[in-house]
């Protein structure tokens, strides 16, 4: 059976439309629409409930090792308050999942993994464990809420000291008062905008909620579900677990060479990565330019070769084009015009940079 988040009475009341996702009953949209609520967050701001993200805490002397050895990015030189993205992969190279890493205390990290691969992440990371650390898996005890666009760093102070909210990208602040809560107010998210995640008790979840959207009213805040979460991420190239790199697709291989460091001593799938050579597939961004909107694994062809296939695809509100992200063969001929593979039909289109929409300080 599907569960509920502290937020599932809100989510009916502001009429929202629930549907099962990694487990979870959340809302795909509200009233408002898809298109609304995504156009919200690039030009004002939007409130996601993101409560059914798994939560990791990792304790003890011997944590940063464990860390070190199960994560590719190099964790060795994170200070207290940070935060860093990385990738966790099998030994052949194939990703078990990509999470965020929160350094707490020198001895105390919080890692935030994907909902649907929360209860594989605790037992991939459990059999991987040695020496002095603990692990506890305290989702079910946290509500997460994203405050995502331009406007939330305006709307936050209604509810906090400003000398509390964390200023640097990826970064975040503990034992923060919100109202009369206790949170982590982390500054980070999904959607390619300003923004912020913010952590509570799960019994505080459904009160911040409210006060967030009740303060945030006057600068545009409305409440967003899962669709415009997926295309505002698509539209900021974001990539996905379960789209842009699974247990079949290398961290290389989907464009996160930034966070795979090869000069640490040793982490699982290090041996794996080097062996399997340069990688002969790549992430691009695909502009739709004939009829039709990709979704995912559409055939991609340059010319009559198929080249590869799409991982996520959708039409762009913001930019108002179709567009899809596609894992493909490196040294395709781009003498050969690229099409997609909609239907049965296929459809013209053009290699175009990543990401598609790229926030410039508006």
Same mark, same amino acid.
């Given at each position: ?15 929202? $439309? ?77 990703v ?19 909902? @649907? &691969?929360?209860?594989?992440d605790?037992?991939?990371? !459990?059999?991987?464990l ?10 079910? @005890? ?19 000291n400003i ?8 970064t ?13 107010? @982390?500054?980070? =998210? ?8 913010l ?15 009740? #303060?945030? #009213? ?5 409440? *967003? ?30 464009g996160?060479?930034?966070?795979? #460091? ?7 799938? !290090? ?8 990688? $002969? ?10 009829r ?5 694994? *559409? ?20 930019? =108002?084009?179709? =567009? ?6 490196k ?7 690229? @099409?997609?593979?909609?239907? =049965?039909? !296929? ?10 929409? !790229? &926030?410039?300080?508006?």
């Open positions: 059976m599907d569960k509920k988040t502290p937020l599932y009475e809100s989510h009916l009341r502001l009429g929202g $439309k629930m549907v099962p996702f990694a487990g979870y009953l959340l809302p795909v949209q509200y009233e408002t629409g898809v298109i609304t609520e995504h156009m919200a967050v690039r030009n004002a701001a939007g409130l996601f409930d993101v409560s059914h993200m798994g939560e990791i805490l990792l304790k003890g002397k011997d944590t940063l090792l464990n860390i070190q050895k199960l994560v590719t990015n190099d964790c060795a030189n994170m200070y207290i308050g940070q935060v860093k993205y990385s990738p966790m992969c099998y030994e052949d190279g194939g078990v999942d990509d999470l965020l890493v929160y350094k707490r205390e020198e001895e105390s990290y919080l890692l935030v993994v994907n909902a @649907s &691969n929360r209860e594989k605790a037992r991939f990371i !459990k059999e991987h040695f020496g002095e650390v603990t692990m506890e898996d305290v989702s079910d @005890s946290i509500a997460q809420i994203a405050l995502q666009g331009p406007a939330a760093e305006k709307i936050l102070p209604k509810l906090c000398a509390d909210i964390p200023v640097k990208y990826y975040f602040k503990e034992n923060v008062k919100v109202g009369d809560m206790n949170a982590i107010i @982390s500054r980070t =998210g999904y959607t390619g905008e300003m923004g912020y995640e952590y509570v008790k799960n019994e505080d979840g459904e009160k911040l909620w409210e006060l967030l959207l009740e #303060k945030g #009213k006057a600068e545009g805040l409305i409440p *967003c579900g899962l669709g415009a979460r997926d295309t505002l991420r698509l539209e900021a190239a974001m990539p996905l677990y379960g789209h842009e790199m699974d247990e079949t697709i290398t961290p290389l291989e989907t996160l060479t930034f966070a795979v #460091k090869f000069h640490k001593e040793d982490f699982i799938g !290090k041996d794996g990565l080097l062996s399997r050579g340069e990688p $002969k597939r790549k992430r691009i961004g695909l502009r739709i330019t004939g039709g909107i990709a979704r995912e694994n *559409c055939p991609v062809y340059a010319g009559d070769t198929l080249i590869g296939y799409t991982t996520s695809g959708t039409h762009l509100p913001y930019l =108002g084009f179709p =567009g899809a992200m596609a894992v493909v063969t040294d395709y001929d781009t003498k050969n015009r690229l @099409s997609v593979e909609i239907r =049965g039909k !296929k459809v013209e289109a053009e290699e175009t940079g990543l990401p598609f929409y !790229k &926030n410039t300080g508006k």
